[in-house]
Structure formats: structure tokens, C-alpha cells
């Protein structure tokens, strides 16, 4: 068997990872716009390209002949990757360009919802011109602006994190409107963020365990977003301020949703379905959905795999996941970045940095992100580098380990040492016994 990953960050090595643990040992081939050491090590063929050059990445998969392809990051997806695949006979674990408007346009995952009575919508509105954003924003008090495409995680401004006044977000809002004709105007949710995944094979979805991102660069949640700068899940595969009905409304909703999507295009959803929520005193709302694998959130649940990965894949794509028992691990994972000085703004690059992993614990697994190896040294690529996630049967025993990993690495970089701490965490029990008791 031969399968082909495409993308290249930590969250390609995660899954290169997982299809090298397949007990079908099957042959892993990369398309990568650059070198991932983690992936060299799992891979027998890397390709160099760019992701969009769906010319170059048909060529090469006509050459190689996979059995499928599995689709890692946002923007081949939403431009049509699966699609071009499939005219030359290979499915993808990764929906077609027609269902992954449900990430590339916030407007339509918004509409969509609205149109077929899907529980979790946000106060909101689509604009395309100025006129009656200034009233909305003032009805909803507190607003969140989103850019209506894809903007790698930099679209959505949040009034109080982004900008603190009115005309401030107005003038966000304008540029938006400038660039892609429409805006979408959100009211602000209380509460606290938490993301959940599924399988998805054109029937039924399968969840994996929850997870939070921490994205902002700094302790305490100071500082601006990024890609998320680490991750945490626990070993009952909820998260220590979630609720079973907070968990089962996220999934109602992710059920419901997928529901009318399919309904909307006429096609089946086969790949991955990555919920962001929040839990708020209303219950669980629906902050985005993105439609491939969470990046640091595979990080934490996919070491947990303990069905063959190849097996899941394969029932996403034959439409079999009901009669397809995937189980996880029951253990807590925290995942924690390790980033460029600067980052995200101004970060170092192409400077030199040292692993030394016999320093890291043998329970942490190391994921390669923008790096390069070259002459046997590693160089930064400017963001996000190297995550380490700790595995243990609590979350004070995985944070432990993903800190003592952070260790290993010299250089000018930095990470979030408070990721996955008991102080964080209770800081956010203790937000939501406020909001459920308020």
C-alpha cells in the first residue's frame, strides 16, 4: 500500500507518524513546499513543490500511484486539491473544493447553519458594503470581524483582544469589505474555547478526544494570536471545565452541520471536520469550522490512535466508519511549541538551533515544523518549529514531560511554560463556574 500526505508541518509528520505505526507498514510518500526533517525519517519519497501547483502534484502522483492521498493544510483544499486528485483516480481523505467552503468562507458556514436551523450560531450578519455595520455592531455591544476567506489564522479580530474602540474595528472591517467584497459581523462570546474533531466519512462522524489551543504568543494568554502556540487533552478525552453536555452539544451541532452541507452540495464529506467552540452561559456556540486536521490539535489526539490509522482512512474513504471501532489511548496529553524570537511578527530566521533529543523525555513524542536541515544543522524557517507533546495518565504528568522536552532545544527561541499547568487550568474552571452560576 502506498499513501500520499500532502503538506509538510508538524501536523504532516503527525500523521506520517501514525501511517508509520500501521500494522499494513504502508509506503508513505510526501508533497511538501519544504524539507520537514521528521518526515524524511517515515517517508521513502519526498516531492518539493508548491502545495497550489495542482499541475505539479497530479504529475507526481500519476507517477507514483498511491492508493489515496491524505490533505493537511487549508488553502489546497479549499482551491480544489481533492478534486484535481480524484479526476486521476485517487480519493482523498480531504473534502472537494465544493464542501470546504465550510472553512474558506465564513459567510457561507454562517448562512449554511442559518438556512437549515443548526443549533450554535452567534448573533451575525454579512455585509458587503458599510452600510448598517456601525448599527449591528452597536446592537450586539462587543463585535468579532471576520475576513470572509482564508488568511492563515490572521482574519478574525476580536474587539478587546485586536482593537478596543468602535471606528477601530469599523476600519478593520473596511478592509476587509476591500479585499473580498464582504464582511462578516459577529457579537462576542463569553467563555472559554475549546476544539473538537471528527471522522467523517459521508454517513456518520466519529469524534476524537477534545482539545484545547492556547494561540496567544505570551504567559497568561498576553501577547498576539498565532497558530496556536500549544495544546492540551485529558485522559477522558474532555477537557477539566467541559461538561458531557457541553462535549455532546458540539457534537450534535458537528452532526446537524455535516447534515446540511451535504445537503447543500449533493456530495458526500469524507475527510476531517475540526469544530472550534465555545461554552458559553447559552451553551455551546460555534466559533468556525475548518475542514482538515488542527494544527497543534492532531498533535495531542493522533499519538492516541490506538485503532491502525491506515484502517480509519480507509473506512473514511469507503464510507464505513459506523462498522469501524476507533478507539484512543486514555491519556492526557499536553503539546507545547517550541518558536522563533519575534515570533509571530518579527521572527528569526534561517539561524541555527540545537536538539539534543537524549534529553528528551522517552514519553514525549517530537513533531518537526518550520525547520530545515541542511549540513546536519537545524535552521529556523520563521515560525512555528518544533512541538513536543507529553503523554501521561494525568495532565500534571504530560505537562511536566512537554516542559522538560522544551528544555532540549538551544537557541533564540521561546515557548509558553504555563501551557498545561494546574494554575491555567483553574483559572479557567473558575471562569466557567462564574459563567454557569451568573
Known amino acids: ?145 471576520k475576513y470572509d476567506g482564508l488568511a492563515g489564522g490572521k482574519g478574525v479580530q476580536v474587539q478587546g483582544d485586536h482593537f478596543s474602540t468602535l471606528d477601530e474595528g469599523l476600519a478593520y472591517a473596511q478592509e476587509c469589505l476591500r479585499k473580498s467584497g464582504k464582511v462578516v459581523i459577529e457579537e462576542k462570546l463569553i467563555g472559554q474555547e475549546f476544539s473538537l474533531m471528527f471522522f467523517v466519512d459521508g454517513n456518520s462522524l466519529t469524534p476524537m478526544p477534545a482539545v484545547q489551543d492556547n494561540k496567544r504568543a505570551f504567559v497568561n494568554d498576553r501577547g498576539p494570536n498565532t497558530g496556536g502556540m500549544g495544546t492540551i487533552s485529558d485522559a477522558d478525552h474532555s477537557l477539566p471545565f467541559l461538561t458531557p453536555k457541553d462535549i455532546q452539544q458540539a457534537k450534535d451541532i458537528s452532526i446537524r452541520a455535516i447534515g446540511a452541507l451535504q445537503a447543500e452540495c449533493d456530495e458526500p464529506f469524507k475527510g476531517i471536520l475540526f469544530g472550534g467552540f465555545m461554552v458559553t452561559k447559552k451553551g455551546v456556540k460555534l466559533i468556525e469550522y475548518n475542514v482538515r486536521f488542527g494544527d497543534p490539535e492532531s498533535l495531542n489526539v493522533l499519538p492516541l490512535l ?63 515544523a518550520s525547520v530545515d536541515k541542511k549540513n546536519n544543522e537545524l535552521l529556523l524557517q520563521g515560525s512555528r518549529a518544533i512541538a513536543f507533546t507529553g503523554i501521561a495518565d494525568t495532565l500534571a504528568e504530560a505537562q511536566y514531560l512537554a516542559e522538560t522536552a522544551t528544555k532540549a532545544v538551544k537557541g533564540p527561541v521561546f515557548h509558553r511554560e504555563d501551557i498545561g499547568t494546574a494554575e491555567l487550568i483553574t483559572s479557567r474552571i473558575e471562569m466557567m463556574k462564574k459563567i454557569r452560576t451568573s
Do not use: W
Open 306 to 368: 490506538s485503532t491502525d490509522f491506515v484502517d480509519v482512512c480507509e473506512a473514511i474513504i469507503g464510507g464505513t466508519l459506523a462498522e469501524t471501532n476507533v478507539e484512543f489511548f486514555q491519556q492526557a496529553t499536553v503539546c507545547k511549541y517550541v518558536v522563533p524570537e519575534g515570533y509571530p511578527d518579527t521572527p528569526v530566521k534561517d539561524v541555527a538551533i540545537v536538539l539534543d533529543e537524549s534529553e528528551v523525555p522517552e514519553e514525549v513524542e517530537i513533531f518537526y
Open 1 to 145: 500500500m502506498k499513501i500520499l500526505v500532502l503538506g509538510n508541518g508538524a501536523r504532516e509528520h503527525a500523521i506520517c507518524q501514525a501511517l508509520g505505526k500501521s500494522s499494513k507498514n504502508p509506503e508513505v510518500i510526501s508533497y511538501a513546499n519544504a524539507h520537514n526533517p521528521g518526515i524524511a525519517q517515515i517517508a521513502k519519497t519526498v516531492e518539493i513543490g508548491d502545495l497550489m501547483d495542482f499541475q505539479h502534484l497530479t504529475r507526481f502522483a500519476k507517477n507514483e500511484k498511491p492508493d489515496f492521498a491524505i490533505l493537511g493544510p487549508d488553502d489546497p483544499i479549499a482551491t480544489g486539491a481533492a478534486d484535481e486528485l480524484n479526476k486521476i483516480g485517487i480519493p482523498s481523505v480531504g473534502p472537494t473544493k465544493k464542501l470546504a467552503r465550510l472553512e474558506s468562507s465564513k459567510s457561507f458556514a454562517r448562512k449554511l447553519l442559518d438556512k437549515y436551523d443548526v443549533p450554535g450560531n452567534p448573533k451575525h450578519k454579512t455585509f458587503f458594503t458599510e452600510e448598517g455595520i456601525r448599527e449591528f455592531s452597536q446592537e450586539c455591544g462587543e463585535i468579532v470581524i
